[in-house]
């Protein structure tokens, strides 16, 4: 591994004790109702920190995998929520087997298949074979809705992983994997930093129609300090070069509010407060993935534009 | 040698297929009796409501917790027979009313008279006293599984509740019978289909309730319950 790649993951430990130690002391300083709560986030924060590490640690081919995991996860999340018709039963079945067909041009670094498998194959075959099924009532809801999810879930998320299939001689600082660890650590500091900046600081409301708890300064204090640690960090993980760095934590910052939000607003629109419960004090799994099915396409396009 | 086999079977296939293929969300989850005799009532929806109730208690309990299951379809051939019995440790039941006594084989449903097949596995013939052996289990302090909706019937559709969970309770009154509502199993893996499709099934365990001295009120009791927990759990038509 990278020495520069190591010491990110040190920073990131440090990162996890920090917020354990603090929240620990604000429970015996000053105990309140929601402890709980933050110890139980905290401690999944530790477990997904520990999955996320050792996967990027042991190889790429297992990073893949786990990438596939989550897509999985998210897109079983989505479809558990949102209104499905019986008659797609089966067709859910083919939407799902997208998944390992997708990570399998990650994994072969297929770019041209990558890129157009979802938006276009199966943006093309899923209808077909609802067609075969015949059922027509609500059957424009049904194409939008699935490939909605599909788009978000794996063609989104699989950015992510597909850092990995670019060349590590690129980026002699840190590797493939150091950008993949730029995005998903920017990504995942950038949710906290939004919602401590709002607690701390947090009066006007940005979009209460969508997501009541998210404030003015959530939104520009998570911003503010995402850039300035990607301006810190970029040197030591990324190519990303002079304003470069910038403009990759404004592009985090902002995509992973809008991620957030979006998936608010499906929730609003469904009338549920956590779309699911798989990680015990966020919610479900896309709670935690709504900002990187934003950052991932986002960040991969800008790096690969400028870089490979 | 049959309890190795079952904890075998849940262990490397059961608890690995819930857990990734489904992903179980239970609320309620300390209203779940630890020690029998006690009864989980659930809704039907799928053959995978079962395996998911078994799956609920560690292995060193599986063995306990029995399903009481409808000795018609789950005796009806020697693979299935030998699967119900020996991994699943079911407790057969005959599906026929207790008043008709007598038996009365219809030959529009090709009806074989009691005892045919399987039937020899059963401690006792079905029409004689057709819920000792379930008497006996609960006796002996098994957590059992039943279903008092009588089949699976439509996907994600709650059915009238019948009658025969009161003929147990009301011969085992002071039992518990803990109701729970079952949601997103019948559209993984509804009646008739073969293919399990992935989607989270959630769970919502009841307060107990026991024999209400008829049987009217107890099953009234009862459809209240689960009328409780499905609102609690309230989504939109599966259509």
């Known amino acids: 591994m990278p020495p520069n790649l190591q010491a990110a993951l040190y920073g990131i430990l440090a990162l996890l004790v920090a917020g354990t130690v603090i929240i620990g002391l604000k429970k015996w300083l000053r105990p309140g109702a929601g402890d709980h709560e933050l110890w139980l986030r905290m401690r999944s924060w530790w477990i997904m920190a520990g999955l996320f590490v050792l996967a990027i640690a042991v190889d790429r081919a297992l990073s893949i995998v786990f990438f596939a995991l989550v897509s999985f996860l998210a897109l079983k999340e989505y479809f558990s929520i949102i209104p499905t018709r019986r008659a797609d039963r089966r067709v859910l079945f083919w939407a799902y087997a997208a998944i390992p067909v997708q990570y399998f041009w990650v994994y072969d670094a297929w770019f041209g298949l990558f890129i157009i498998f979802i938006p276009v194959y199966l943006f093309l075959f899923i209808p077909l074979k609802m067609v075969i099924v015949g059922e027509t009532q609500g059957f424009l809801k049904a194409a939008g809705t699935l490939h909605w999810g599909l788009m978000t879930t794996v063609f989104s998320l699989s950015h992510a992983a597909f850092l990995l299939a670019l060349p590590d001689a690129k980026n002699p600082a840190a590797g493939s994997a150091g950008l993949l660890l730029f995005l998903v650590f920017l990504t995942q500091f950038n949710d906290v930093m939004q919602f401590v900046w709002g607690k701390l600081a947090g009066r006007r409301k940005v979009i209460p129609k969508v997501s009541p708890g998210k404030t003015v300064a959530g939104f520009v204090g998570g911003i503010a300090t995402t850039t300035l640690v990607a301006w810190l960090a970029a040197p030591y993980l990324t190519p990303l070069t002079g304003w470069q760095p910038i403009a990759a934590g404004l592009i985090i910052g902002i995509g992973g509010f809008v991620g957030d939000v979006t998936i608010s607003a499906i929730k609003r629109d469904l009338g549920i407060k956590d779309s699911g419960s798989l990680i015990p004090g966020h919610g479900g799994i896309l709670d935690r993935v709504d900002s990187l099915t934003y950052t991932a396409p986002l960040f991969f396009h800008f790096v690969y534009y400028l870089h490979y | ?239």
Do not use: C
């Open chain 2, 1 to 239: 040698m049959s309890r190795a086999l079952q904890a075998l079977f849940f262990l490397l296939i059961v608890r690995p297929f819930l857990a990734l293929v489904l992903g179980v969300n239970l609320r309620h989850a300390d209203r779940l009796p630890q020690t029998g005799p006690a009864i989980l009532a659930a809704n039907h929806n799928s053959h995978l409501d079962t395996l998911l109730l078994m799956s609920l208690y560690p292995m060193a309990k599986l063995h306990r917790v029995r399903p009481v299951a409808a000795a018609d379809y789950f005796l009806k051939n020697r693979v299935i027979a030998w699967f119900a019995l020996t991994i699943m440790h079911i407790l057969p039941l005959s599906r026929r009313p207790r008043k008709a006594s007598t038996p009365q084989p219809s030959p529009e449903k090709g009806g074989h008279p009691e005892g045919h097949k399987g039937a020899n596995e059963m401690p006792k013939p079905a029409n004689e006293k057709p819920l000792a052996h379930i008497e006996a289990a609960l006796a002996a302090g098994d957590i059992l599984i039943l279903f008092p909706e009588g089949s699976r019937g439509e996907p994600e559709r709650r059915s009238a509740l019948k009658s025969g969970i009161a003929h147990l309770m009301a011969d085992a009154p002071t039992v518990p019978v803990v109701p729970i509502y079952l949601r997103g199993l019948g559209k993984a893996l509804p009646k008739g289909e073969w293919l399990p499709v992935p989607f989270f099934a959630d769970g919502w365990v009841g307060e107990p309730l026991s024999w209400q001295g008829d049987r009217a009120a107890t099953m009234r009791l009862l459809e209240a319950r689960f009328a409780e927990l499905e609102q609690e759990g309230k989504a939109p038509a599966w259509e």
